[in-house]
């Protein structure tokens, strides 16, 4: 283990940007490496359990609820927090520099200040990851866009400004130098693709105990279903719920949980196999359950490979139907779009998910993958191997 250091984690203030990389830095810190983590108010109470340093910075970037449809106009969002951003890092970071610089996709600042500094960084992504060709499939098609030319020379001025170690656009957001992608393998487009010199996939990484603590699978239960369509940033339609009461209510042997922030709207009628669940991150009961109704967000169905369990997968938006049609790909769901929900439809999916072997078979092997991955310890000592690059370097 390399001797303790000062490693600096730049973030967004956005929950669902937050929580992928948590416990990555509560392990660090575990292992003594002083962690400062640069990142607005609103997120520091997920922070500073972690036993990392706020360094508190003012954010530009808007609430959920604020952000604009059009593409151009959200990535300027980011361009301008950056803009924002990286004189506070500077602030806060040129007399006390780290020894490795760790950042958000999203957080365009972190690299920029890392490469002024002239040192290492690991990207940490939760999301998809660019592949060979994906600037010529997918940016070309961002620049073609109403303001995409005036965006790329905004930024490609901030970046010659800011010292960053290239001007251009497509290589600074698209080829970071090392990047740990908090995501399964199966989830990544064209995975074949990646860098894997750059790359590493380490799948969604949990601490320890975050699977086991908490609620317990009923011992007369014979079948567990989790209807779970919140997550951190997202709490499904109230209809989808009424809906799963109507398709599983007395499904002989199955026990339903349905874990939803709007739960005591519903407490009163459901079935007797029913129980209600405060929303939460749903580690311990994935790990207990045999079928999962999700909304399939990036976070959700990682969690779902990573616990075997099959999906009925209700998407909500674009990236969520991406990710629902890979896992039917997969072989391990069935999609059925918010539009089409009913009790019949609900229903049918579950009878196909669970009278299909190989769905049983797939979700088993899909386990086992993202398993070994390594998660959080695989990710920290990458980030180890990183650092002792850096000083012999």
């Given at each position: 283990m390399p001797r303790p250091a000062h490693i600096a984690m730049v973030g967004t203030p956005m929950v669902g940007h937050v929580l992928p990389s948590l416990e990555i830095i509560?392990?660090?810190?575990?292992r003594g490496h002083r962690v400062t983590y640069a990142n607005a108010d609103p997120v520091a109470e997920l922070i500073t359990p972690t036993g990392a340093e706020l360094v508190a910075i003012t954010s530009t970037l808007p609430v959920a609820d604020d952000w604009p449809q059009d593409p151009i106009a959200s990535a300027s969002l980011f361009l301008?927090?950056?803009m924002?951003?990286?004189?506070q890092l500077h602030a806060a970071y040129d007399e006390d520099p780290a020894d490795l610089y760790l950042y958000d996709v999203a957080a365009y600042a972190g690299r920029a200040l890392a490469d002024a500094q002239g040192r290492g960084l690991v990207q940490l992504s939760a999301a998809h990851v660019a592949w060979e060709g994906a600037q010529e499939e997918v940016g070309a098609?961002?620049?073609q866009l109403p303001g995409g030319p005036a965006y790329r020379e905004r930024f490609a001025a901030w970046l010659t400004r800011g010292g960053a170690a290239t001007g251009n656009v497509e290589e600074f957001t698209g080829r970071p130098r090392r990047t740990l992608a908090m995501i399964p393998r199966a989830m990544q487009p064209h995975a074949d693709r990646v860098d894997t010199e750059a790359v590493t996939f380490v799948g969604p990484c949990f601490g320890a105990g975050q699977e086991q603590d908490g609620w317990v699978?009923?011992?007369?239960?014979?079948?567990v279903l989790l209807v779970s369509l919140a997550g951190s940033e997202y709490h499904g339609p109230q209809e989808i719920y009424h809906q799963c009461v109507a398709a599983f209510?007395?499904?002989?042997?199955?026990?339903?949980?349905l874990q939803t922030v709007r739960g005591s709207q519903l407490a009163e009628r459901l079935p007797r196999n029913f129980e209600v669940q405060p929303w939460a991150p749903p580690l311990a009961m994935l790990e207990q359950a045999d079928v999962w109704v999700t909304h399939t967000g990036m976070g959700s169905s990682s969690q779902g490979l990573h616990a075997g369990v099959p999906m009925i997968a209700v998407p909500h938006g674009a990236d969520q139907c991406f990710h629902a049609d890979r896992l039917v790909e997969l072989g391990v769901a069935r999609r059925i779009d918010t539009a089409d929900v009913t009790a019949a439809a609900l229903r049918t999916a579950l009878m196909e998910l669970i009278g299909?072997?190989?769905v049983a078979a797939r979700s088993a092997w899909l386990w086992s993958e993202v398993r070994a991955e390594g998660g959080t310890c695989r990710a920290a000592d990458l980030i180890e191997d990183q650092l002792a690059e850096e000083r012999v370097g």
């Open positions: 509560r392990e660090l810190v575990t301008g927090e950056a924002a951003v990286l004189p098609a961002f620049a699978r009923p011992a007369a239960a014979k079948k209510a007395d499904l002989p042997g199955w026990h339903v949980v299909d072997p190989q």
